[in-house]
């Protein structure tokens, strides 16, 4: 990364730590907070939580494809803006289980402007070469984002109350509003043709796979980030006297151990072949996750150990595959490259929170410890699919 480089690469990471402040306040104030005041069974927390992915899928290919014809930062400013909107919205209107999935569903399509068009505006104001770390940086920086709104949503709602959590956080996103309004206009390409042409996309065998890649990825992150501040309460029920962590700690340290994860998971694809890599990452993933289901009945500790290996293993995966679909896309088409990697990955994404919410009701709920079990084996046969994915791009 050029020096010339540096600032614009560290101000959309800011940018991004504001636009994420709200990302996981649902999550966050579900288990002590709106699940029982709204009485709601983990398949319905998961299907509200999992409304902020699904309103993101439905409106991502618009907006990112629209990136190859007007400069990413209107777009960005955009959703930034629609974002905080939404936020404020949720903890001034929701009111139960319907009006709240609504709400939630429609602030993920604000911020269906502003993660992936975010970087896309990143990527068309850095010098030509190999922008593999840039990106890394810019993705790993929505884990940090993500700690700091598991910590900032469970510290309000203890404190002032939930609406509260929403209305703070909700102010967030302004920063990348400031941000896009300092940054120099880029006029794009300017593609031409049917807007949602994902055509060159899907012939585009090397991209598809770093994109089916990430969809495991995703639903996997998302089953977990969804469901950790629940798992560790149900831990810590289990043992109140060894839990050693509170589940705020816990969600905010396991989404810290994401971004230096998710860096040196890019450094070790770049060094070691990106495919090999991967598959290595994913693989040892699944391992974790079938660790964790088989020790429900252990001590605290060594639950709290596999839990921040698997905060380690999880997004390791992230930045080598989004870098990978970047370098691997058609600079003409780079746009609608990225709308179909994050239309699948949060369309993945929503299927997670949802999955892993039925699996846990299935096979007991969330105070039984076959529950949890059967959602980590859930989580680790997702994650599995990724290397079938990548081992598919490379046949001729």
């Given amino acids: ?3 010339i480089d540096r600032p614009l690469v560290v101000a959309m990471c800011f940018g991004q730590l504001g636009n994420l402040l709200p990302h996981v306040a649902v999550p966050a104030v579900m288990p002590g907070h709106l699940m029982p005041a709204w009485h709601l069974s983990a398949t319905e927390a998961g299907m509200m939580a999992s409304a902020f992915a699904f309103g993101y899928t439905l409106a991502v290919p618009v907006l990112t494809t629209l990136t190859d014809r007007i400069d990413a930062r209107i777009i960005l400013l955009a959703g930034s803006i629609a974002t905080t909107a939404g936020t404020l919205a949720f903890g001034l209107l929701a009111s139960g289980l319907w009006s709240a999935t609504v709400i939630w569903g429609l602030t993920g399509i604000g911020f269906a402007g502003a993660y992936m068009p975010g970087l896309k505006a990143l990527t068309d104001r850095l010098a030509p070469g190999d922008v593999s770390r840039s990106v890394t940086l810019y993705t790993s920086s929505f ?22 959590a929403f209305l703070l956080t909700g102010l967030g996103p302004l920063i990348m509003a400031a941000v896009c309004l300092a940054m120099r206009p880029v006029k794009p390409e300017g593609r031409k043709g049917p807007l949602l042409d994902f055509g060159p996309v899907v012939r585009n065998r090397p991209a598809l796979g770093f994109i089916l890649g990430y969809g495991a990825h995703c639903f996997e992150l998302y089953g977990i980030r969804t469901w950790i501040v629940a798992f560790w309460t149900f831990v810590a029920s289990q043992h109140p006297s060894s839990a050693i962590l509170s589940p705020l700690t816990v969600s905010v340290a396991f989404s810290l151990l994401a971004m230096p994860s998710s860096i040196f998971g890019n450094e070790f694809a770049m060094r070691f072949g990106r495919h090999r890599a991967l598959t290595i990452l994913m693989f040892m993933s699944a391992l974790v996750a079938i660790a964790i289901a088989c020790s429900m009945q252990v001590a605290p500790a060594v639950i709290l150990v596999l839990l921040l290996a698997y905060a380690v293993t999880v997004p390791s995966d992230s930045g080598a595959l989004t870098s990978g679909m970047t370098m691997a896309a058609v600079p003409s088409h780079r746009g609608s490259t990225m709308a179909l990697h994050t239309t699948l990955g949060f369309g993945m994404s929503a299927a997670g929170a949802w999955g892993a919410g039925f699996a846990l009701d299935f096979a007991g709920g969330p105070t039984s410890p076959y529950g949890w079990s059967a959602m ?3 989580l680790a046969a997702s994650i599995v699919l990724g290397p079938m994915a990548l081992a598919w791009s490379r046949r001729s």
């Fill in 1 to 3: 990364m050029k020096f």
């Fill in 143 to 164: 884990s940090l984002g993500v700690g700091l709104s598991f910590l900032a949503a469970q510290l309000v709602a203890d404190r002032l109350g939930w609406r509260e």
């Fill in 376 to 378: 980590f084996v859930l």
